[in-house]
């Protein structure tokens, strides 16, 4: 593959080595793209994003944001970065955390994460509005591979979350985070639901008022005399 001469598909997986990926996304033309690497091909996304995929993309992050002050879960979210395993994989989710032990981890001022010096993310979220089959397939694969521990999809257009624990190499289907214990995915699936038919402060406000509640409840279950 010569240096980019011609304009490549887009949204599609293509078969390449690893040089000819790295010539490709440096090539000004896919300056603003997302790229993606894994099993010798790579993806290159330029869809616009548009309101419905930003919109999305805001809730989640603020809702996450909310549930980690709530909790005292220290963490740190990245907003489209690069990771790269140099001659095998790379990826550019929509947003990715670092949680607990690890929030710190990133030191200011790294651009591309090397994850041949630095652990892969704690959880990975690719907003699907457009490329949902993909989400759930070829990318998928990659998080697997990268021993990404958590990866969700935020489905667009049923306004719903795919949430997946993913270990040895596998994942699996979950309905509450095991990476952001108490966090039940359907309370997030209600909150998209919710975006569409109220703002996203009145959204925030339900949110933490279910946060909290849920807080209360944990408390008081703890505070409980042992019935034996």
Not at 2 to 24: C, D, F, G
Not at 34 to 42: G, L
Not at 51 to 66: K, L, Q, T, Y
Not at 158 to 166: L, T
């Given at each position: 593959?010569?240096?980019?001469?011609?304009?490549?598909?887009?949204?599609?997986?293509?078969?390449?080595?690893?040089?000819?990926?790295?010539?490709?996304?440096?090539?000004?033309?896919?300056e603003k793209a997302?790229?993606?690497?894994?099993?010798?091909?790579?993806?290159i996304e330029m869809s616009p994003l548009g309101?419905?995929?930003?919109?999305?993309?805001?809730?989640?992050?603020?809702?996450?944001?909310?549930f980690a002050a709530t909790k005292n879960i220290a963490l740190n979210a990245i907003d489209n970065c690069t990771y790269r395993k140099t001659r095998f994989r790379e990826a550019q989710p929509d947003v990715s955390y670092y949680i607990g032990e690890n929030a710190d981890v990133i030191p200011w001022g790294t651009s591309i994460i090397d994850l041949d010096i630095y652990p892969p993310p704690t959880l990975v979220i690719e907003v699907a509005n457009t490329s949902l089959a993909d989400d759930k397939g070829e990318k998928r694969l990659l998080y697997e591979a990268l021993n990404i521990a958590e990866y969700w999809i935020v489905d667009v257009q049923?306004?719903?979350?795919?949430?997946?624990?993913?270990a040895?190499?596998?994942?699996?289907?979950?309905?509450?985070?095991?990476?952001?214990?108490?966090l039940a995915i359907s309370l997030l699936d209600e909150a998209l639901q919710r975006t569409r038919q109220i703002n996203q402060t009145q959204v925030y406000a339900w949110l933490l008022n279910q946060f909290e509640k849920a807080e209360a409840r944990g408390?008081?279950?703890?505070?409980?005399?042992?019935?034996?």
């Open positions: 593959m010569s240096k980019t001469q011609i304009q490549l598909p887009t949204e599609t997986w293509i078969r390449a080595t690893w040089e000819e990926y790295i010539q490709t996304i440096e090539d000004l033309s896919y997302k790229s993606y690497y894994h099993n010798e091909k790579f993806r309101n419905e995929h930003g919109r999305d993309h805001a809730v989640i992050i603020g809702a996450i944001a909310f049923n306004a719903e979350i795919i949430a997946f624990a993913v040895d190499g596998g994942s699996r289907k979950i309905n509450q985070s095991q990476v952001l214990p108490g408390k008081k279950t703890e505070g409980d005399p042992d019935p034996s």
